[in-house]
Antibody
Framework: QVQLVQSGAEVKKPGASVRVSCKPS????????VHWVRQAPGQGLESLGW????????NYAQKFQGRVTMTRDTSISTAYMEVSRLKSDDTAVYYC???????????WGQGTLVTVSS | QSVLTQPPSASGTPGQRITISCSGS????????VNWYQQLPGTAPKVVIC???QRPSGVPDRFSGSKSGTSASLAISGLQSEDEADYYC???????????FGGGTKVTVL
């Protein structure tokens, strides 16, 4: 059974940075992209980008370029997403996910609530 | 503004059939397979349809999906109270080189 376990909730002040971790298990870490998707309160799903755990290659959504950094540590099979220069409208649940459009193998982490408040 | 367009809400009585539309473009739905996700309050999304019309194991057969051109649809027949949730379409976008999502449709069982 594939599971993605994320780090716990965070409270940050505007202007700070936050790093969320995601540790997949039950599957080969480097076989699938890790996607990061966020959901603001009462809003829909928004993709921030993805990382290829095998190569470290990334693609960020244009809206987040320059403010989001995705990395991975293959020695501990963990992916990370950092958001810098936080604003109040970055308050959201951040999910990591393995998305597959050709098979049922779609897996989501439990979500990490990031609250940005002064 | 989402790349994919869905109606914000849909409703029906128990036993009815409802459909949810998802409109995209040539760089996403026309070229690639569509997934549909169900999200219950406070939980992560769960795939109910993958690859346009494939139902994962454990998903009731009252859920079905279809695609034509730059649009896709999710149908729920024999609507049940446990189907009350938010539903999102999603597809890979070749221009953006990443997944895109619809704005979500809230399904209410009257």
């Amino acid at each position: 059974q594939v599971q993605l376990v994320q780090s716990g909730a965070e409270v940050k002040k505007p202007g700070a940075s936050v790093r969320v971790s995601c540790k997949p298990s039950g599957d080969t870490f480097t076989d699938y992209y890790v996607h990061w998707v966020r959901q603001a309160p009462g809003q829909g799903l928004e993709s921030l980008g993805w990382i290829n755990p095998n190569t470290g290659g990334t693609n960020y959504a244009q809206k987040f370029q320059g403010r989001v950094t995705m990395t991975r540590d293959t020695s501990i099979s963990t992916a990370y997403m950092e958001v810098s220069r936080l604003k109040s409208d970055d308050t959201a649940v951040y999910y990591c996910a393995k998305l597959d459009y050709s098979s049922p193998r779609n897996y989501w982490g439990q979500g990490t609530l990031v609250t940005v408040s002064s | 503004q989402s790349v994919l367009t869905q109606p914000p809400s849909a409703s029906g009585t128990p036993g009815q059939r409802i459909t949810i539309s998802c409109s995209g473009s040539t760089s996403n739905i026309l070229s690639n397979a569509v997934n549909w996700y169900q999200q219950l309050p406070g939980t992560a999304p769960k795939v109910v349809i993958c690859s346009n019309n494939q139902r994962p194991s454990g998903v009731p057969d009252r859920f079905s999906g279809s695609k034509s051109g730059t649009s896709a649809s999710l149908a729920i027949s024999g609507l049940q109270s446990e189907d009350e949730a938010d539903y999102y379409c999603s597809v890979w976008d070749d221009s953006l080189n990443g997944p895109v999502f619809g704005g979500g449709t809230k399904v209410t069982v009257l």
